[in-house]
């Protein structure tokens, strides 16, 4: 629910470097459905419960990462004030061209202070669930694939200009910094909420400025998590770490990569969040159980690579 | 399926790799250390090696991590490489610091 105008993430761009391997693994292993394909070769999938007609775009390159993240508006007038807001402030502003991505209107195109590009976007074509709209069963069997991922969640970002993305989104967009991580007076991270959920977009201070860390799909249960679990074992895919919690957000969540090295968290639960809550804050000295709460423990391969 | 010895110089580390499976997945599978693991997908390039002696093939690797030019001089990311005989290596890659996480 959007209190800003900003609804929520509405699509993902990532970057895979073959195309049939990566449609086994966000398909038959996370379950999404294709909803379309382009004539650049381009991919496009949802989550079984989400309605508009894409979440995620696969494009076939030689290197991984994320090309851009985009979120949904509520109104063509809220994506042109905005459009005019983040001019403003001083980021390259692009617009792109209704249909450029197939289902989607125009998408204004901007670059953040941590090197990221974003984007903002207000009519997508609506394609809908399996389920309907008038008097709808809770789900129907071909949702029940692989980890069976409901929707499209969060990316966690990682870039050099930490307190110049957080001004961007907080002071121009309108979200609000639902957690923060300082070590001393250095903030290092953010995790950033546009509505009621606990992060909509999490960005950690790095050296290099836009580097991908994760694209996150939600599920749900934490039944649901292990289960994800058992399919990363049977299909031999690559974990990162988990099934565990985060003491940030609180969710129960696992890590892998997509067979590109992109990495992907499916994950069940955190907490609502109300645009007059403070912020919660952590220090890096227990940052251990802020990031892994069962073990307590810093990882090096979750903190440092990243696509 | 062939068994091919690994031989990582600078460590004095030995390990076996069948010509089906990537180097990485050879050495993390028999429990063994040495060239670092992230992705294990050729994507982000903290397993890096240089392939000093021995015949290999592989597949796709990020071109972020290793360009045309490194390629043909021997460069690979273990995670996307495969043994066609025993192979010596050094290896490059590293897992970078981020500043999140730093005072450890
Ligand atoms: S482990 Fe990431 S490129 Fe090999």
């Known amino acids: 629910m959007s209190m800003t105008g900003v609804l929520r993430p509405g699509h993902v761009q990532i970057r895979v470097m073959d195309m049939g391997e990566a449609l086994t693994h966000y398909k038959e292993r996370l379950g999404l459905q294709e909803t379309d394909r382009d004539a650049s070769g381009r991919v496009y999938l949802k989550g079984w419960d989400e309605r508009d007609w894409f979440s995620v775009v696969l494009r076939e390159a030689d290197e991984p990462g994320m090309d851009f993240m985009a979120f949904k508006v509520d109104s063509v007038d809220t994506l042109r004030r905005l459009e005019g807001r983040v001019r403003e402030f001083g980021c390259n502003v692009e617009t792109i061209p209704a249909g450029e991505l197939n289902h989607c209107g125009e998408r204004v195109r901007f670059d953040s202070p941590t090197g990221h590009t974003f984007e903002l976007y207000a009519e997508k074509d609506y394609k809908g669930t399996q389920m309907g709209l008038l008097n709808p069963d809770p789900w129907h069997e071909e949702c029940l694939k ?23 989104f907080t ?82 969540t696992i890590y892998f990569f997509d067979p590109s090295g992109n990495r992907n968290e499916v994950f069940a639960g955190d907490y609502t969040y109300y645009p007059d809550y403070e912020p919660i804050t952590w220090t890096a000295d227990e940052l251990g159980g802020a990031i892994f709460y069962h073990n307590q423990t810093l990882n090096e391969r979750f903190l440092t690579v990243v696509t | 399926m062939t068994m091919f010895e690994i031989h990582i110089d600078s460590l004095q580390q030995s390990f076996s790799a069948s010509s089906e499976q990537t180097l990485l997945s050879g050495m993390e599978s028999l429990g063994k250390r040495g060239i670092p693991v992230g992705c294990r997908g050729g994507g982000c390039g903290v397993c890096k090696v240089r392939i000093d002696k021995g015949r290999y ?48």
């Open chain 1, 171 to 252: 002071e121009v967009l309108g979200f609000k910094e639902a957690e923060q991580v300082y070590d001393g007076d250095l903030q290092i991270g953010t995790f950033l909420t546009c509505g009621m959920k606990a992060h909509d977009l999490a960005v950690i201070r790095h050296t290099e400025k836009n580097k991908f860390h994760h694209a996150s799909f939600l599920l749900g249960s934490w039944e649901d998590v292990l289960r994800a679990a058992d399919i990363i074992g049977r299909y031999k895919m690559s974990l990162d770490i988990g099934p565990t919690r985060h003491g940030i957000t609180r969710g129960r």
């Open chain 1, 146 to 168: 692989g980890m069976q991922a409901q929707r499209f969640d969060h990316c966690l970002l990682y870039g050099d200009d930490l307190d110049g993305t957080i001004k961007l």
């Open chain 2, 57 to 104: 093939r592989c597949k796709k690797m990020s071109r972020a991590h290793v360009s045309a030019e490194e390629e043909s001089q021997g460069y690979v990311l273990a995670c996307r490489c495969m043994a066609l005989s025993d192979i010596q290596l050094t290896v490059v890659g590293q897992m970078k610091k981020a500043v999140f996480g730093t005072q450890d």
